[in-house]
């Protein structure tokens, strides 16, 4: 196996200002913002392990997408803080490689999780009488272990080759975490199929779910026109809006980064659109699936009343 390249130990992460007032104030938002998603994924996540009536396949999902944004902005969210209030705005070599490691993994376990999550509205809405027997708890575990596996097995391929990139000159990334453009960016040498492989990665992680979700949600959409009356149309449908918001929050941040034309490169526009998918996204994710959701909202005041007694 080919070792990581040490000829650089360490990289300088730049952040999003040098302004010491400004960056006082981007601490205090980090913070609030960190503060918020923990709360609200925790308090998802125990409403749906306590209150027996969200014990259902699609809740199941919600859960551990939930437990998945926890880790997720804890991966970004501490490193910008430290990095606001901090003289020192190095990261090793290492931990450059581990945060690029688990990044990436989580990124992309979250893309499979939300076409498990598009699969379970298939079967919900177009073959509601064989749900119950497809959708089985055996069934939703392999689901959620197949989208953490998948995902970090090939990130974990993905970031030897990125690392094993001889980086021999400037340390300094113009980001608030260890990105892939930057890194490319500051390698001195890229082999010659890792743009080849870069795409692999990108088209079996990121396409395929969304080409996943796009097809079943086509099933679900004649399904939904299936139904006779107008109230059913819309109850059908309803179970779907929340999923369908996030995944085109998610997924389209995502897009905008990976996918657009090198000529329309802005690294300041770019920062605010990964800062939405990194650090944003987790935080909005519990409001998105319980604000609109009956059940949760009912289990929420329940839970509230039993505290408060």
Not at 143 to 153: E, T
Not at 177 to 197: G, Q, R, S
Request: some cysteine; hydrophobic content about 50%.
């Amino acid at each position: 196996m080919e070792k990581f390249n040490h000829s650089v130990t360490e990289f300088i992460l730049v952040g999003f200002t040098q302004d010491p007032a400004m960056q006082l104030v981007l601490f205090v938002l980090f913070l609030m913002i960190y503060s918020v998603t923990m709360m609200g994924n925790i308090t998802l996540i125990i409403l749906i392990c306590t209150d027996a009536r969200l014990h259902t396949p699609m809740y199941f999902f919600i859960g551990n997408l939930s437990f998945l944004d926890l880790w997720y902005s804890t991966v970004y969210t501490p490193k910008i803080m430290v990095t606001c209030i901090s003289d020192d705005k190095s990261i090793s070599f290492a931990g450059c490689a581990a945060q690029f490691f688990f990044s990436g993994g989580l990124a992309y376990t979250e893309c499979y999780m939300l076409g498990a999550m598009a699969y379970d509205r298939y079967m919900a809405i177009s073959k509601p009488l064989l749900y119950a027997q497809v959708m089985t708890q055996r069934v939703c575990v392999g689901l959620v272990a197949a989208s953490y596996l998948g995902a970090f097995v090939i990130c974990g391929i993905f970031t030897r080759e990125t690392f094993s990139m001889p980086f021999c000159g400037d340390n300094v990334i113009d980001d608030f975490f260890c990105d892939l453009p930057p890194l490319v960016k500051l390698a001195c040498e890229v082999k010659a199929n890792y743009h080849i492989y870069l795409y692999f990665v990108l088209a079996s992680n990121v396409l395929t779910p969304i080409v996943f979700i796009l097809s079943s949600y086509l099933f679900i959409i004649v399904a939904i026109f299936r139904i006779r009356s107008t109230q059913g149309q819309l109850k059908a449908f309803s179970t779907c809006s929340s999923h369908l918001i996030s995944v085109t929050l998610y997924f389209g941040s995502i897009l905008y980064i990976y996918y657009r034309p090198k000529s329309s490169y802005s690294l300041e526009r770019d920062k605010i659109v990964s800062l939405f998918y990194t650090v944003i996204f987790p935080m909005l994710n519990p409001m998105i699936y319980s604000l609109r959701n009956k059940d949760v909202k009912e289990s929420l005041r329940k839970f509230l009343k039993i505290t408060a007694s």
